[in-house]
């Protein structure tokens, strides 16, 4: 069956790193276009960053230059590289899989940002 299997959260200081991780399985990785969303407590969840199936990404606006997401097609992973993190990247992550008539989620891994 399709798994989306988040790891990598956890709680550090503003200005810390963290490396998000998410095995996928169970369906064929290389045509989706993946992403990471997240969300924060009595937020919406948001689009934090994607990459194609092209290798093609894009961001949130307030992530750009700090967050970088990248995949493999062999590994069937995709990650998520995330720099001088701020108090209001906390929130819960989650891993999207997303094809013409699919769309799979994790179930998430938490994150705080906090000193």
């Known amino acids: 069956q399709v798994q989306l299997v988040e790891r990598g959260g956890g709680l550090v200081q503003p200005g810390d790193s963290l490396r998000l991780s998410c095995a996928a399985s169970?369906?064929?990785?290389?045509?989706?276009?993946m992403g990471w969303y997240r969300q924060a407590p009595e937020k919406p969840r948001e689009l934090v960053a994607q990459i194609e199936n092209t290798g093609a990404t894009n961001y949130a606006d307030s992530v750009k230059a700090r967050f970088a997401i990248s995949r493999d097609n062999i590994r069937n992973t995709v990650d998520l590289q995330m720099n001088s993190l701020q108090p209001e990247d906390t929130a819960v992550y989650y891993c999207?899989?997303?094809?013409?008539?699919?769309?799979?989620w994790g179930q998430g891994t938490p994150v705080t940002v906090s000193s």
């Open positions: 169970g369906f064929q990785f290389r045509l989706f276009d």
């Open positions: 999207n899989a997303h094809y013409t008539g699919a769309n799979y």
